[in-house]
């Protein structure tokens, strides 16, 4: 019995003995603040767990033991030039200034260089370090001093030469938009480690965001509490995080409550999954209004730290994002992106280049260093790269290179990464990968493996066929895992 039917009992509902109402009713007003300290405690499930299928970003089981349990992708948009940064190459400073051998452009498709565009020789210094003898340029000398940490993969290939076609690719594995990104599938396959924070987080610090737009973090087909969710790096992390004037918890959880169960109703209904994505997201923007402005802020960060990643609390930069990857998948989240724009070199190669390491190269070490002094590079895959290469050919009069798929750099560390290695080869000029030739279906079909999954497995049924992040292809380059 509860106290509505004692209520609809009783001869005269007004004549309630206040005794009777604590005692009878005093239990049920106490589950609730019991289940509610449980809840706050991580010892009870949320309301999302209650849905048809329980909780879509709860923890799950890979197909096998997972390498990794988390991944921090640093995407260089714009596509670096492996040229002057990783892949040095002695015979393109020999020919600098001269035409190509014509064999070597039959059939090539170039965005924007014609076939009369002569060879560009690398415009920086190489030197190798570490005990690994990497060969790095003088632009990433933070870098260099975690050589040993990382593998550096020189014979990286993809299908597009555009920008928006290349981010995508590399992002989703299809240069079609709306297919699901490797954030997503990542976060469909393993869940998420926390309750309180979405479990793919994109971080974009530049002013218009890639040329791929959303659909670089977008859950294409799959349930869509699967893409990315856009953090922003000063102010409230979210759009609206804080509550209106007026609005207070009480009246934000009484009307969140209302809200989901007329959600509830129509899910029961109809049963679309997006109705329980959309309770699931409007739980979990409650429990972010308490636990993400703590996170994001990097000033609780002791003075060392900020200094080693060169961060400014309160002054949006590339340095302060890769702090925050590391103090969010501290606290659970399972993938976490931050794209870097305006690497896109078709002149003053020498100037923005510089600009873009002075940027990026402390933090990107300093990611490695923090996390492996405090025991989390083990289990969490850094991956840094753009979505293609840069031409041994010259534009812009004399120093710019056009974007180029046939060959280009990338590099992994941590999350059973083998640490110190160089894989792969392009030729004497850098224009063809010709060893240990790597695809973006192979980098994606890498990561999933080291997050514990067969990449032919990992699948979702759409329109009558099963699709996956690697489409047809791809192979786990088992040169790269430790």
């Excluded at 002013?207 to 856009?230: A, C, D, E, R």
């Excluded at 995080?241 to 129509?266: C, F, H, I, K, W």
Aim: hydrophobic fraction near 40%; charged fraction near 20%; charge should be negative.
């Amino acid at each position: 019995m509860n106290c509505q039917d004692h209520l609809y009992r009783n001869a005269n509902p007004t004549q309630v003995a206040r005794r009777w109402f604590l005692q009878q009713c005093g239990v049920g007003l106490g589950s609730l603040a019991l289940g509610q300290l449980l809840n706050q405690g991580g010892y009870a499930a949320p309301a999302s767990a209650t849905l048809p299928g329980g909780d879509p970003l709860a923890p799950k089981a890979p197909h096998h033991a997972p390498k990794a349990k988390r991944v921090i992708f640093l995407f260089m948009a714009g596509a670096p030039s492996h040229l002057e940064l990783f892949d040095n190459k002695p015979q393109l400073a020999k020919f600098d200034g001269t035409l190509p051998p014509p064999e070597l452009l039959k059939g090539y498709r170039a965005a924007f260089i014609n076939p009369n565009s002569k060879l560009l020789g690398p415009k920086f210094k190489f030197a190798r370090h570490g005990q690994s003898g990497a060969e790095l340029s003088e632009l990433l000398p933070e870098l260099a001093k975690v050589a040993d940490d990382v593998a550096i993969v020189r014979s990286m290939t993809t299908d597009a030469f555009n920008h928006a076609p290349g981010q995508i690719l590399m992002s989703t594995g299809s240069q079609i938009f709306g297919r699901p990104s490797v954030g997503a599938w990542a976060t469909y396959g393993l869940g998420c480690e926390t309750q309180d924070l979405p479990g793919f987080i994109v971080f974009s610090t530049g002013k218009k965001g890639p040329s791929g737009g959303n659909s670089n973090w977008g859950s294409g087909f799959l349930p869509t509490v699967h893409q990315g969710v856009q953090f922003r790096t000063s102010g409230d992390p979210v759009l609206y995080l804080s509550n209106p004037s007026g609005v207070d918890a009480e009246l934000q959880r009484e009307s969140l409550d209302t809200v989901s169960s007329l959600n509830r109703m129509r899910l029961d209904e109809v049963g679309d999954p997006e109705i329980a994505t959309r309770i699931s997201s409007y739980e979990m923007a409650y429990r972010m209004q308490s636990v993400a402005p703590e996170v994001m802020d990097i000033g609780h960060e002791p003075k060392h730290v900020l200094e080693m990643y060169g961060a400014e609390p309160g002054k949006p930069s590339f340095a302060n994002t890769c702090l925050l990857a590391r103090r969010l998948v501290e606290k659970g989240v399972r993938f976490v992106e931050i794209f870097h724009e305006a690497w896109d070199q078709h002149g003053n190669l020498v100037g923005d280049l510089k600009r873009n390491c002075q940027e990026t190269d402390k933090a990107c070490a300093a990611l490695i260093m923090d996390l492996k002094q405090r025991g989390m590079l083990e289990d969490t895959l850094v991956v840094w790269g753009g979505e293609f290469g840069r031409t041994p050919m010259v534009q812009g009069g004399d120093d710019g290179r056009d974007h180029h798929p046939n060959a280009f750099t990338m590099w992994m560390a941590g999350g059973g990464i083998k640490p110190g290695v160089t894989l792969g080869e392009s030729d004497e000029l850098g224009f063809q990968a010709v060893k240990d030739v790597v695809h973006v279906h192979d980098l994606h079909a890498t990561i999933l493996h080291l997050l514990g999954f067969d990449h032919t497995r990992l699948t979702y049924r759409f329109q009558g066929r099963d699709f996956r992040l690697t489409d047809v292809s791809g192979r786990v380059v088992n040169e790269l895992l430790a």
